[in-house]
């Protein structure tokens, strides 16, 4: 049975923290647990405005992650600063936005190749891999093979917030968008909105390899406990890809 990798985004349990400026909860404990139940991969969010994950967070997680660093960042000098000193395992650029609550959509790369391709270029050349988080389109994802990424990302928001008829149309594109991208011999992942439910559908796309997930695992945490709310990710995951 293929089995699709598991990136937990912690940023929501510095979230919690940062609304009283405390030392807890301590994202780097969630990354512990989240390795503990299975997860093949931790990622952070490093904004520019540090709304959650500070840099602190991210060097201390670089010294204890014993799986894949995954390093969301926006195409700001002072966090690509920090992201080639850091080295995370993968670096993902997304859009960002001051006044947005979440990354309300992907990176607009066609068209815009010769802006981000030195960014790519400038990752790499410190032994990062580098994803681009884009919208589920197919010119999107030859665009990013133009910027020379290693891997995509495509938004599953909008297909996550639809529903009905609404819904099967946003999958089709999904599903659209990651046979380019096996096409193009690019790594396919998925990420924005999903949970335990919406998840399956996207596990059952053959290309895609991996997820990444965060305020849904964070919010049954609360009720389940961090490990137990990530295994049952990763149950709800192999019931789709099965």
């Known amino acids: 049975m293929r089995r699709i990798r598991l990136g937990v985004n912690v940023d929501h349990v510095a979230s919690v923290r940062q609304a009283r400026h405390t030392k807890y909860p301590d994202p780097m404990l969630a990354a512990f647990l989240a390795e503990q139940a299975g997860a093949d991969q931790i990622t952070v969010h490093l904004r520019e405005d540090r709304r959650h994950i500070q840099e602190r967070d991210l060097r201390v997680l670089r010294d204890s992650v014993t799986t894949l660093l995954n390093l969301e960042l926006a195409a700001n000098e002072d966090v690509l600063a920090i992201a080639c000193d850091a080295r995370p395992d993968m670096a993902t650029l997304v859009p960002e936005k001051r006044l947005e609550l979440t990354t309300e959509g992907g990176l607009a790369v066609a068209g815009r190749e ?8 400038r990752l790499k050349s410190h032994g990062i891999k580098v994803s681009l988080f884009v919208n589920p389109d197919a010119e999107s994802v030859r665009a990013s093979v133009r910027c020379g990424a290693d891997q995509v990302e495509l938004h599953t928001g909008f297909y996550a917030d639809s529903r009905g008829a609404a819904r ?12 380019e991208g096996g096409r193009l011999g690019l790594v396919v992942a998925a ?31 609360i009720f389940a406990g961090f490990e137990r709310a990530v295994r049952e990710m990763i149950e709800a995951m192999a019931s789709g890809g099965a």
């Open 191 to 221: 990420g924005h909105g999903l949970d335990y439910v919406n998840v399956r559908a996207v596990c059952a796309i053959p290309e895609v390899a991996e997820l990444n997930i965060g305020h849904s695992i964070v919010a049954r945490a």
């Open 168 to 179: 099967e149309t946003e999958l089709s594109r999904i599903r659209d968008a990651a046979a």
């Open 114 to 121: 010769a802006e981000v391709a030195p960014v790519v270029s």
